[in-house]
């Protein structure tokens, strides 16, 4: 799991657009802390705190401890909105936690003991269908990634959920489907597929050149 983040936060007395651009002119972010059984928070965190924590990589996956005036409101990021031309961060969304709460995430893959698969071996190359998987997680115990294990894999091997171990805690948030994450295949089998892709635009330009050629020659 990752570590839980601290992010300093002030009330927000003031709601509304003009008070929410003093905010931004003032290089704070307005943010709104909802959910559980409370009513929600507004408050206003500093803009390059955030842009900070979201550089880490793993922000929208952490429980984030906000402070405000002393107290502590345990939270995730839900959605960060950004400035369309500057890309700095406008407005934050946070979900309040309980102890026992379960929330979907994405979390991120990572592929393991590729040394130990007889098709990457041979020059097979690993399709990534997947570099996120949707899980159900309790809120103590959110997984930073998930690890896939790829050995004996061989070419045309396909890698599917049902085949994860998922860390205690979580759940696949899709159950209607065994899905792929990954396909092992041969570089031969990419180029073929791309060759054929340029085959059949290459015939299609020469099928609509000849009927050109046809209606100009029938003027």
Excluded: W
């Excluded at 979900?95 to 698969?117: Q, Y």
């Excluded at 994450?181 to 085959?199: F, Q, R």
């Amino acid at each position: 799991m990752s570590d839980a983040l601290t992010l300093p936060a002030e009330a927000r007395e003031r709601a509304g657009k003009g008070a929410s651009r003093a905010l931004r002119r003032e290089g704070r972010v307005p943010a709104v802390i909802y959910g559980g059984k409370e009513e929600p928070t507004t408050i206003h965190i500093e803009g390059k705190e955030l842009m900070r924590q979201l550089m880490t990589g793993h922000f929208m996956n952490s429980i984030v401890m906000v402070e405000i005036g002393g107290d502590k409101v345990r939270t995730i990021p839900k959605d960060v909105a950004f400035h369309p031309v500057t890309d700095r961060p406008i407005h934050a969304d946070f979900l309040r936690l309980s102890k026992d709460s379960k929330i979907e995430v994405a979390i991120p893959v990572v592929f393991i003991n590729e040394e130990a698969s007889p098709g990457l071996k041979k020059g097979g190359v690993l399709n990534i269908v997947r570099h996120e998987l949707e899980l159900v997680c309790e809120a103590d115990k959110i997984p930073s990634e998930i690890e896939i294990d790829v050995t004996g894999k061989e070419v045309g091997d396909s890698l599917h959920i049902s085949e994860v171990s998922l860390p205690e805690g979580s759940t696949s948030a899709i159950t209607d489907r065994d899905y792929t994450i990954a396909t092992l295949v041969a570089p031969s089998a990419l180029k073929k597929a791309e060759g054929d892709t340029t085959e059949e635009g290459e015939e299609a330009e020469g099928e609509e050149a000849a009927a050109a050629e046809g209606e100009a020659s029938a003027d």
